[in-house]
């Protein structure tokens, strides 16, 4: 049991630092365009260049752990990341600075899936859903410490502090996947899909890339519709490829595993509407209610002790009532939170806030590893390293779809009300809308089996105890 809690945590290491530097950037981005004398908007580049990067380099993550080993690859990955974070502390212009993001999302393309993966094939069925709770506590903490961190060390240091903290917890990370990690590999690998990482490499990289810059100004409308046409016609190409291909550099046949399927589709959905949080929830705090970056983060910090709260009692939870009773519950409450933020005005107590966002995110945290612990729960040792892949590229793209959708919605609502500055009643409408999205995952969830994923949550439906008992009472001998 001691080795499921301490696998977690090194990969956390690497999971704390992508999630944190994110975050720390999004808020510190006007002071690093004024360094670089650069609009802010165009700082947006930066961000969009490390999801692009991801989405390249995600698919063929589960390949390079079978080819080189995952110890290996992960450790590499550290070093790329840091390598992109000092890069982007020494850059001195725009140009550099995208370049810099670019090299820190190859290694997040890496650090995250593959330390996913050595936790699932070094841990029991048993201990999977405890294993991925302790994984995703960082993924829950990062984006909340972010922006509290990210405004004081501009404030009171310098921005480029911000990308050198990642280079102690880098270290730390390596020094300890040295020590603890095995070096987990498959002994008889396929040949890479070359022409399969092409077509989804800019498939995924040119629909993000739009996705991404589409109404924020940052390229002609024109570019934005071309580049979503133009991935969604690449990724359409590589359907019809990895259907004729033995080894795809992402395995769709894999969806036809129910659990995985329902699990890999009805997240993404509920992930796109709480993917709009970082991006609205402070927006809407500092613009809308005059808070400063600060005092947002230390509001929003409460989603984050409310997710490390559940972390305790989410596999108690899971066996008691089972994944499909769990998650469709949860789907329908976690988004009825997200979407009484946008109820938040500048008068509402702090208190009210904090007691918000607290109670929706232990519903969230139990819906993310639910979601995680299901997806892998009929997925064979042999299948985990592409089901990792796929997995990660489909959060990927909901998180980026939430952001977009979240902006499209604020922009449309503002744009109604004569364009002016933004406001605090411009920001309900979108909360309301991510909700609705989000709680449409319930549909999802429901065609789950009763049973399904009982080998992983340890849940017995009601049926099969009463089958149980009676056949134990019919094997008794008469008196």
């Given at each position: ?12 290491c ?14 510190s ?11 802010p ?5 930066a ?24 110890r290996?690859?992960?450790?590499a ?17 725009l ?7 670019f ?11 593959v ?7 070094s ?9 991925l709770?302790y994984l ?6 990062g ?10 060390i501009t404030?009171?240091?310098?921005w ?5 903290i ?19 590999r498959e002994?008889?690998v ?11 490499a800019?498939g995924?990289?040119?629909l ?6 589409g ?11 071309g580049c979503m ?15 004729r ?10 969806f036809?595993?129910p659990?995985f ?7 993404s ?9 970082p991006?609205?929830?402070?927006l809407?705090?500092?613009?809308g209610?005059?808070l400063d ?14 997710a ?9 939870i899971l066996?008691?009532?089972g ?6 519950f949860?789907?329908?409450?976690g988004?009825a939170?997200?979407?009484?933020s ?14 918000v966002?607290?109670i ?5 945290s ?14 064979s ?15 990927q793209?909901?998180?980026s779809?939430g ?8 922009e449309?609502?503002?744009a ?30 429901a ?7 009982a080998?992983v ?8 105890r ?5 056949a ?8």
């Amino acid at each position: 049991m001691q080795r499921a809690k301490l696998l977690p945590l090194i990969v956390a290491c690497a999971l704390f630092m992508e999630n944190t530097d994110s975050t720390v950037i999004a808020t510190s981005l006007p002071m690093i365009a004024k360094s670089l004398g650069e609009d802010p908007i165009a700082l947006k580049l930066a961000l969009t260049s490390y999801l692009v990067s991801l989405a390249v380099f995600i698919p063929i993550s589960g390949w390079m752990a079978d080819r080189f080993g995952a110890r290996s690859v992960f450790r590499a990955a550290l070093c790329v990341f840091m390598l992109g974070s000092v890069l982007c502390a020494l850059s001195s212009s725009l140009a550099a600075f995208v370049g810099a993001r670019f090299i820190q999302g190859m290694g997040g393309a890496m650090m995250v899936p593959v330390g996913r993966l050595v936790i699932l094939r070094s841990v029991s069925k048993a201990e999977m859903v405890s294993a991925l709770a302790y994984l995703t506590v960082p993924a829950l903490v990062g984006p909340v410490v972010g922006p509290p961190l990210g405004g004081f060390i501009t404030t009171y240091f310098d921005w480029r502090w911000i990308f050198f903290i990642n280079i102690p917890i880098g270290v730390v990370g390596i020094v300890l996947s040295s020590l603890f990690f095995e070096d987990v590999r498959e002994e008889d690998v396929a040949p890479l899909d070359l022409r399969g990482f092409v077509l989804s490499a800019f498939g995924f990289a040119a629909l993000m890339l739009g996705l991404a810059s589409g109404g924020r100004h940052m390229v002609p409308a024109s570019v934005s519709y071309g580049c979503m046409a133009g991935g969604a016609l690449a990724l359409v190409a590589y359907w019809f490829h990895a259907r004729r291909v033995p080894y795809p550099v992402l395995d769709l046949s894999l969806f036809r595993i129910p659990t995985f399927r329902i699990g890999v589709i009805g997240g993404s959905i509920f992930r796109t509407g709480i993917g709009a949080i970082p991006f609205l929830l402070p927006l809407m705090l500092q613009l809308g209610f005059g808070l400063d970056p600060l005092q947002s983060g230390l509001i929003t910090f409460a989603s984050a002790a409310g997710a490390l709260l559940m972390k305790t009692l989410a596999k108690s939870i899971l066996a008691q009532y089972g994944f499909r009773r769990v998650l469709v519950f949860n789907a329908l409450v976690g988004s009825a939170f997200l979407a009484a933020s946008g109820l938040f005005t500048p008068a509402t107590p702090h208190a009210v806030m904090l007691s918000v966002l607290l109670i929706g995110g232990c519903f969230r945290s139990l819906q993310f590893t639910g979601i995680n612990a299901l997806s892998y729960s009929d997925v064979s040792n042999r299948e985990m390293s592409s089901a990792t892949s796929l997995s990660s590229v489909a959060q990927q793209l909901s998180l980026s779809m939430g952001v977009t959708i979240g902006a499209f919605a604020l922009e449309g609502v503002n744009a109604f009300h004569g364009g002016r500055a933004l406001a605090a009643g411009d920001f309900w409408p979108a909360f309301v809308i991510v909700g609705l999205i989000s709680a449409s995952s319930a549909l999802w969830m429901a065609q789950l089996a009763p049973d399904a994923g009982a080998e992983v949550s340890g849940h017995s439906p009601v049926s099969k105890r009463k089958l149980t008992a009676e056949a134990i009472a019919d094997q008794k001998p008469l008196d």
